[in-house]
């Protein structure tokens, strides 16, 4: 069965199909959906799309801006992907990441009915008995939630965030058609399909899906709290559970100075190079100590509270790291903070996908390089921005695709170092990252680590013995029942068979009109039958059948550029 068959194949889904193609043919992108060969199938009888030039304005812009002017107009989906795209310098080159960092998702307002109705349908009655405040104009309008403020009837300030109506069934659709173009890029567009772009899929459904889950992001919240119990420089917000749900959110409205207004910070007496040294420490916690990070980190979303105190707001994107990952990113800091390239290669070759095609010698080649660029610098004048975007030139030469969840703290990183110098201009990332890192090896090296990872492993064998002499037994009982069986998977034969069968279509086609021909043509020698004009009507009516459908054989032939 073909790819496309795959989805869920309902009216929604292929008019969401049309719509979609129909975009990129328009933004120039007609080469593209040709190599899918999708049309045969989604036609039912007429071409989806022209495959006409695009428009000559469009013509002079390069394919990275085309591509994101596309990924506006196909709405939310597309935009939450190119921004998440944006975070994989690992699969796109340099201009498509730039140029995907510029999709906004500003979207209108919500009309306050659909929005209130909303709110009654999560938690069942209407805003005037839950609330004593809610604003009619929202503070914030995106293309999945919109957020309002009020207050609750014991007095707290609130925000509320409430989920755009229809936003999910519009994600799943686009979602299904997504998941069905790249099965389809895979199988016949080798350019692309280098790049997982099933995989890339999954990653995005996985990471949208957490994101107009608002229970999810309450939980998530709780969790950041949880894990700073007791500390003095970071605020969480409280979320109120009674009035949140999956659909709505509702948390404690945080009065503070945005990050970035250095000016009042200054007037009101904030030490600036503390909250740069507060800011990178909270981060690096989040990352090496608790595995649960913030994931967009930018200076709208940090805010300063009295004595110093920094709040992180929208917690929509949060990396995770298990201790597997964890451990992998320490070896890895570690092995760069001290310049050791044969460290770094065997922590790629770990933690990393390298390809088929991987030339180890030139990679070792290129991390000679990349430490010798970088030796003679003082750690303190090394920024880690320029230091990561170096790393992951050579990672993107050698096609070496990290976790989703490492491209993103690279990004939070850069951010979070370009916050600190503004703040700070002497402040740097690695100083401050260099006694984390130390003091979580030397925790490795603890007699408690060493055993339970030595359980770990004992208890991996130890499952790995239990299983393997069933797993035997089951294996021969399949060959003496003659019940073992190879799945073999043919790549690139899908766009044969296709062609073969339109050919033999048209070859039919063709029999089908010979054959009226013919038949018409003896009718005509016969004085039998109802007569029109002095010839018979079976006739007449053979020799039109057939000249409608050489006329639709022929259009469709032109139609697809194939004599």
């Known amino acids: 069965m073909l790819p496309i068959f795959r989805v869920n194949r309902n009216i929604r889904t292929i008019r969401r199909y049309r719509t979609i193609l129909g975009v990129l043919m328009k933004y120039g992108f007609g080469h593209f959906v040709e190599q899918l060969n999708i049309g045969y199938y989604l036609e039912l009888g007429k071409r989806i799309v022209s495959l006409g030039k695009s428009p000559k304005e469009l013509e002079k812009l390069s394919q990275p801006q085309r591509l994101r002017m596309a990924m506006e107009e196909l709405g939310p989906t597309f935009i939450k992907l190119g921004q998440l795209l944006s975070t994989r310098p690992d699969v796109l080159p340099k201009d498509y990441i730039e140029e995907f960092r ?37 503070i914030a309008a995106a293309s999945i939630a919109q957020v309002h403020r009020g207050r609750l009837k014991s007095g707290e300030e609130v925000v509320f ?3 755009r109506p229809g936003i999910v069934k519009l994600i799943e659709t686009d979602i299904d058609v997504l998941m069905g173009l790249a099965y389809l890029i895979e199988q016949h567009v080798p ?3 280098i790049y997982d772009p099933v995989k890339l899929v999954k990653e995005f459904r996985r990471s949208i899906m957490r994101e107009v889950n608002f229970t999810r992001e309450g939980r998530t919240v709780d969790r950041f709290s949880a894990n700073f119990a007791g500390n003095q420089t970071a605020y969480f917000p409280k979320i109120f ?24 910070l200054t007037a009101e007496g904030y030490d600036l190079k503390e909250l740069a040294r507060r800011g990178a420490d909270i981060f690096l916690k989040q990352v090496l100590d608790h595995g649960l990070f913030h994931g967009d980190p930018h200076p709208g979303n940090v805010f300063i509270l009295p004595e110093q ?8 994107i949060v990396g995770r790291l298990g201790q597997d990952l964890k451990d992998q990113l320490i070896d890895l800091l570690q092995a760069l903070l001290e310049r050791d390239v044969d460290r770094i290669i065997s922590q790629l070759l770990y933690s990393g996908e390298l390809t088929d095609t991987a030339d180890l010698k030139s990679l070792r080649r290129d991390l000679h390089d990349f430490i010798e660029d970088y030796y003679d610098i003082v750690l303190q004048d090394i920024k880690v921005g320029k230091l990561l975007g170096d790393f992951i030139d050579i990672l993107t030469h050698h096609r070496i695709h990290f976790p989703a969840d490492y491209m993103l703290l ?29 003091r979580l090896v030397f925790e490795r090296l603890s007699p408690k680590h060493v055993t339970n990872q030595f359980g770990r492993v004992v208890h991996a064998y130890a499952s790995l013995a239990r299983n393997l002499p069933n797993d035997i037994k089951e294996f021969l009982n399949r ?20 062609d073969l069968d339109r050919s033999s279509n048209r070859v039919s086609f063709a029999l089908i009109i010979g054959s009226l021909i013919v038949g018409s043509s003896l009718v005509m020698q016969i004085d039998k039958g109802p007569m029109v004009f002095g010839f018979p009507l079976l006739g007449l009516m053979g020799y039109s059948i057939a000249g409608l459908l050489g006329l639709w054989l022929a259009v469709g032939i032109l139609r697809s550029g194939r004599l």
């Open 191 to 193: 350019t692309f399909a």
């Open 309 to 316: 105190v920094i709040c992180m707001l929208d917690y929509g």
């Open 241 to 264: 559970w009674d009035y949140s749900g999956e659909i709505v959110l509702t948390m404690e409205y945080v009065a503070g100075i945005k990050i970035t207004n250095f000016a009042q």
């Open 102 to 138: 510029k999709l906004q998702d500003e979207v209108p307002a919500v009309s306050l009915e659909e929005i209130t109705s909303q709110i009654q349908r999560e938690l069942g009655y209407p805003v005037t008995e839950l609330f004593a405040e809610f604003s009619e104009t929202p």
């Open 410 to 438: 690279a990004k939070a990183l850069v951010i979070m170092e370009g916050v600190g110098r503004q703040l700070d201009p002497d402040f740097n990332m690695i100083a401050h990252m260099r006694p984390y890192v130390n």
């Open 161 to 163: 965030k409430i989920r």
């Open 479 to 498: 060959l003496n029942r003659n019940q073992f069986k190879i799945d073999l998977e043919h790549r690139g034969l899908e766009k044969l068979v296709t």
